[in-house]
């Protein structure tokens, strides 16, 4: 039961916390003087402490260094007593499991730091084996480098240990790694412990100036979760050192771990700067839907054109000529690095409007490689009577040429220079010449089913939006049933639906999977907290539509945290509620 | 339990946890030892009640320890070093005493008034060292004033001890006790015995005339730093309040090989101590106690050995060579460094949860 943690906001695996103590701390945060260690049962029996609520008590325990041998854990494991204050349990990765407490201590995380694969091992073991909704605390390891990247692994509380010891060992710690200090003849830093001489700026001067450096960062990592882009900044940030980027590759690696905690939607952008943004979750969580779940409806040709920078791409100028030429007469299906390939009707869905890449003309051999990969399930699992591809010769033509190779598709290139060139636009209506025009219904419609299908899973469309009719304008589609009543609209932001509760109805009793938020016998208002949700679909990530059951109320909402996460906290809201009824 | 021995105690989940890990960690080592070499012999000097000696030291290598082949210590890679097949025949193990003293005669003008045997093991277990050859060691080293022999408390009894008092040597039983209390002894470091049964034994040694020098480990696994200070202090005190034990050795764990100590020490779970923190417990223990403390850091200045920052290491263990030989606290005035102040950061900083805070 946690009653001093709760978790306000998540960004991937990091969350926006609040130790609910006497003064209540904002997590990620150091927890210096907030943690009173009741002592190691090691060198002695220790009474339990009754604590107070004006600090988080580490009960009595016994660290298990790394390298312990697994059957000393176990023989060694500690029975943690229920206490009423604020409380932490120390565990292991071998060993962790819940023990009631609002935070977890990682045992000697000395011992992880430093080595990427063990250390994201132990994050994973230990954020698996305890309750979501409880506070991982890492202590002695943490600096101005590596917090981000400790934080974005999952860690809630950490200390000024190590940035202390460093500093009176003359090492200077900045985000970008560490200093000896004897070789700084200038202080690359305006804290107030840095405001004085070189010459009479001490060891004890650079504890201080370390300890204010990772306050700092601590403070740019929360900011950085509240806007939902940790992960841009990690990308750049953990480049300084080796361990850290090693650690982000691994946990990208651990695409479950991630994909579980990473929203549906976010309000930021995507700065996709660098090779490793096509192994972020959102990116490949898009190009998965679109090749497993999304199925092109139209029967019209396929014109493949590159991306552009404004966003919707349809609203772009290039594509405003494409769309002169090509006249609702094909299926048109954007080609870009880093989201690969983005029919038509998700145009608008996240992130496929909601990023930015560096462009330079030139190709990296991973974007060639990502893209032609996603374009090739794309051609497989989409039959056209026809491909054109108008695509500029550098690098698109390359992976069209590839996705292509082993299928029996033989696309028509029509760009010899550039695709908005009256030559290469009059090539493209030579392509299209004789093609029928789709009427504007069915690509409402059409573009209603696809979100779905994205959305809630592969045939949701027909599902649940077999016989619709849409009203007023794309990209704020309304949907209606036959007899005129709202099912849906579309967030024209995100490109997703949000459902009506006659929507909801229709998904509930649906063949489609649903993402079911089950709850106690009580009718909700504004949101359902975590200790009223009897079971959740495992399938659910913050910011799914989810349809919420109960006893006494029907209703649909979005979440706010993913369904495991629901079922295992007892703080914190687990969906906020749009529509509800009594039943 | 009334008898203690290494069999009964393997009891308990704790113990059958380290034994088990122990036995699996040693396995991985398949050297082996001549029988006719001892594993080591050194000359140096040493301090005892009856004023600073010239000592040879001699590391028997006998079937090694009983204790270590069911598991054993933690922190003990010696046994690692006894000969395989387990026993060592009397005629081997007189062969390594007569390599010994050729060592002595090479290395040294006079013959050491002190001699010091050791065997990684119990010398007073009959099992390790047979009675005959027990007896030929005394004769051969009757001319000598003192003799010190190591043995677990289980093996101390008046009549082994009085084959060398027999011969007025000055005899001194080595006992590790490595921390008077009991449950580290038994969680961190997994030896068997009990404070009470080191008591026992000290009193039959002063039965037969000899006396106790008790050998503490400071910082065996599994404990901070501060922990393993006040262990350290606490443990000297009590060694001294127990009659018969007029000399304390307290030595910093170092990283042996094939150990559990090791394995923690590879995976970053673990540092010797501090040659700062050994320092501590010496300054601490020598006003008031009515003992020698002595302390000989075992590769000091490395990694593996009890270090500080590694610019002061031969400083400050010169200093402690200086205060085993003077028992003098002052000796540590000469010495400081920058490092001491990430040391006192340590100690107040360092818990069960957080070690190694530094390397």
Redesign the interface.
Known sequence: MTDYFEIHERDGAARIGELRLADPLTTPALADDVVT?A???????REVPDGDESTLT?LP?????????D??E???AVEYPDVDCPSAA?VSPETATGHGTDAY?L??????A??AA?FVDAMLSVREATPADTALYL??VATPANVATLVYAGADLVDT??A??RG???FYLATDGEYFLEDLDELPCACPACQQPRDEFD??DCAEHNQRALAAELARVRRRIRDGSLRDYIEGQARHDQWLTATFRRLDQQYGYLEQRTPIVRRGEITAATDDTIRRVEIQRFAERVTTQYRSRFSNPLVLVPCSAKKPYSESQSHGQYHDVIQWRAHVASMTSPIGVVPQELECTYPAQHYDSVVTGEWTATEIEFVSDVLEAYLQRNDYPKVVAHVPPEGYREIVERATADLDVDPVFTVDDHPTTSESLSNLAAELEGELTYPKREREHNTIRAIADYQFGEGAGDDLFDEIQTESRYPKLRVTDADGEQLAAMVPEYGVLSLTLAGGRRWAESDAPVKRVEIDGFVPHGSVLAPGVVDASDSIRPGDEVVIEGPAAFGVGRASMNGPEMVESTRGIASQVRHVEER | MSKPSPDVYEQG??M???N??MR??RSRKDETYDPREPTRVWIDEDNTPDGVYQSLTIILNTGGCRWARAGGCTMCGYVAESVEGGSVAHEDLMAQIDVCLDHEQENAKDPSGLIKIYTSGSFLDEREVPAETRRAIAETFADRDRIVVESLPDFVDREKIEDFTAHDLETDIAVGLETA?D??RR??VNKYFEFSEFERAAADARDAGAGIKAYLLMKP????EP?AI??MKRSVRKCAAVEGCHTVSMNPTNVQRHT?VE????????RPPWLWSVVEVLKSTADGEDVIVVSDPVGHGSDRGAHN?GECDDRVQKAIKDFDLRQDPSVFEQVSC??E??WE??LE?E????????R
């Not at chain 2, 696994?221 to 901070?224: A, D, G, K, R, T």
Request: with cysteine.
């Open positions: 260690d002592g190691s049962l090691w060198p002695e029996d580490v325990h016994r660290g298990l260094p790394a390298g312990t041998p059957e000393v176990d023989a060694f120390v201590v045992s000697n995380a000395t011992g992880y430093g080595h063990a202590p002695g240990d190590r202390v010891l009176t060992k003359g060891r004890e | 989940k704790g059958d946890a380290h088990k890990a699996e960690i209390t449950r580290v969680d961190c696994p599994f404990l901070s922990d006040e262990d559990m394995d923690l020490f590879h995976d970053g779970g673990y920052c920058d490092c102040r990430t950061l340590v900083r818990t069960g949860y957080n070690q190694p805070l530094v």
